[in-house]
């Protein structure tokens, strides 16, 4: 039983750039999010899905998409990397409102 | 606007004494509140949680106190263990979506 995995655990990218963040799940959970953790910022909500086939924003959605085609999987894409994307971000999945999540891709732009 | 709030951002205490972190929050509208603990490299695990009908909840050394009226939750640890040095989060929820403080960074000295 892995619960979240997130893959690659490290990217570096050139401005302008894209790529896809992978996220799965093996604990059936409807719910799955991605957040982003910066020094000093705390975790900030990027998206979230309720179920296969939704997505919805959080409070910092600007420059990144998601899709959740198959429950157990949830994909980060940023389509044009920019700088002040560089961070680490975590992947996690709910049941009864408590989240698990992956140990993080760290991602720097340069 | 920043909905949850933990003002101290470190935390030094001594190996064996009582360690007292702080959230603070905003929006009436949570009734759920948990408390995650983070190492480097790592991705956040789940502590503890407490439901907004409750005041307390204890588990081990860990026991959350929740004061609804002053919209504040703490985190106690007794006795504290160098093992515990590490990022405390508080989260709060409301249905479908966990919100986050920036964190305490706690370090408990041998």
């Known amino acids: 039983n892995a619960g979240v995995t997130q893959t690659p655990k490290f990217r570096v990218l050139k401005t302008g750039q894209s790529m896809t963040l992978l996220c799965a799940q093996d604990m059936n959970h409807e719910y799955m999010y991605w957040y982003r953790q910066d020094p000093g910022m705390g975790l900030r909500l990027i998206h979230y899905s309720v179920g296969e086939g939704t997505t919805a924003k959080g409070e910092v959605p600007d420059g990144y998409n998601v899709s959740r085609l198959k429950k157990q999987n949830f994909l980060l894409g940023l389509e044009s990397a920019a700088p002040s994307q560089t961070s680490v971000y975590f992947c996690?999945?709910?049941?009864?409102?408590?989240?698990?999540f992956g140990n993080g891709t760290r991602l720097t732009v340069t | 606007d920043q909905q949850v709030k933990q003002n101290s951002p470190s935390l030094s205490v001594q190996e064996g004494r009582i360690s007292i972190l702080n959230c603070d929050y905003t929006?009436?509208?949570?009734?759920?509140f948990l408390w995650y603990k983070k190492y480097p490299a790592e991705g956040p695990t789940f502590l503890i949680s407490i439901s907004s009908i409750k005041d307390k909840n204890e588990d081990g050394r860990f026991t959350v106190f929740l004061n609804k009226s002053a919209k504040h939750l703490s985190l106690h640890i007794v006795p504290s263990q160098p093992g515990d040095s590490a990022v405390y989060f508080c989260a709060a929820s409301i249905p479908e979506k966990l919100v986050f403080g920036k964190g305490t960074k706690l370090t408990v000295n041998p």
């Open positions: 929006n009436s509208m949570f009734d759920y």
């Open positions: 996690a999945s709910s049941s009864a409102r408590r989240l698990h």
